[in-house]
């Protein structure tokens, strides 16, 4: 289980912006020692978790 934490802000009538952290404690993915099926490689499951470990995001929604 990972701890994800966003933001989201009305600047206007016609722009949100959005930002946040994904693995906010950056844990380690749960180990796997299986490599077939399902798109798995040596040592975690991708179906499951983000090799990436903690990535920050930003968006931007303009409507008009």
């Known amino acids: 289980m990972t701890l994800d934490w966003q933001i989201k ?3 206007s ?3 949100t912006l959005t930002a946040g952290i ?3 404690l ?3 993915p749960p180990l796997s ?3 077939t099926g399902g798109g ?3 040592g975690y499951d991708g179906r499951y978790t983000d090799p990436l470990g ?3 995001y930003m968006t931007g929604n303009l409507k008009f």
């Open 9 to 11: 802000a009305n600047a």
């Open 13 to 15: 009538k016609n722009l």
């Open 22 to 24: 994904r693995n906010l």
């Open 26 to 28: 950056n844990q380690d």
């Open 33 to 35: 020692i299986r490599n």
């Open 40 to 42: 798995n490689q040596v």
């Open 54 to 56: 903690r990535t920050v």
